[in-house]
């Protein structure tokens, strides 16, 4: 099982729309969440943090489900920019101070207009 | 300014060749990282140094080499070049070694092609 799951995709959406995304990890012990967005050809940026409380940005919501193990992105009005990859991404602490992300393999967003 | 630089951007060359990656950080952060992203577009983290000192280094063939010559600077030597090293490499750095709990930055990436 990959440590960070996601459905590639794509996800083609008409400008305005409501779009979701979920994301699983697979290690309990997971301590921070994220989602990053990138743009084709373009390096991964950090969109937001995903906190247990559920977090919003703007059009942008993240939720954290820790029992479920389970991480969502809901973009609301969608705008043809958001048109990237999203990728979910999950901190594991590996013993002691050794700690690295895991980056889901992305969603694929494409707004039409 | 560019926070996280990388040269070169594109770097075609023919196996069995040796070539190097640089990268470079004016963030003042203490830790750097490589990440190869394949064909796929998965992502996948190399090695991470934290103040010149190497901290996670993953099952990456011993062809790889990194060097910090400070903190600034993560360079990434490749020796005898195989096809399947064909990907992009991304540099990233953050502030603390805590990794994820601080956001990482990422160079714009180095587009390698094994010939």
């Known amino acids: 099982r990959k440590e960070v799951e996601q459905d590639p995709g794509p996800f083609n959406v008409p400008e305005g729309a409501t779009v979701a995304f979920n994301c699983t990890y697979s290690?309990?012990?997971?301590?921070?969440f994220f989602w990053y967005r990138q743009d084709c050809r373009k390096e991964p940026k950090l969109l937001m943090s995903?906190?247990?409380s559920g977090n919003e940005d703007g059009r942008f919501t993240a939720q954290l489900n820790r029992a479920s193990q389970y991480i969502s992105l809901l973009i609301r009005d969608s705008k043809l920019s958001d048109s990237a990859t999203y990728l979910c991404v999950v901190n594991m602490n590996y013993g002691g101070a050794t700690n690295k992300l895991i980056f889901g393999t992305g969603t694929l967003l494409a707004v039409q207009p | 300014d560019t926070a996280v630089s990388q040269t070169p951007k594109y770097l075609v060359t023919q196996m069995g060749n040796d070539k190097s990656i640089k990268c470079e950080q004016n963030l003042g952060h203490d830790t750097m990282y490589w990440y190869k992203q394949d064909s796929k577009k998965f992502l996948k983290i190399m090695f991470s140094y934290n103040n010149k000192e190497l901290i996670i280094n993953e099952t990456v063939p011993n062809r790889f080499s990194p060097k910090s010559p400070d903190k600034a600077h993560l360079n990434l030597h490749i020796n005898s070049l195989e096809l399947g090293d064909s990907a992009v490499y991304f540099c990233?750095?953050?502030?603390?070694?805590?990794?994820?709990?601080?956001?990482?930055?990422f160079g714009p990436g180095t587009r390698l092609t094994v010939l």
């Open positions: 290690n309990s012990a997971s301590q921070s």
């Open positions: 995903v906190y247990s």
């Open positions: 990233a750095s953050s502030h603390r070694m805590s990794g994820g709990a601080d956001t990482q930055y």
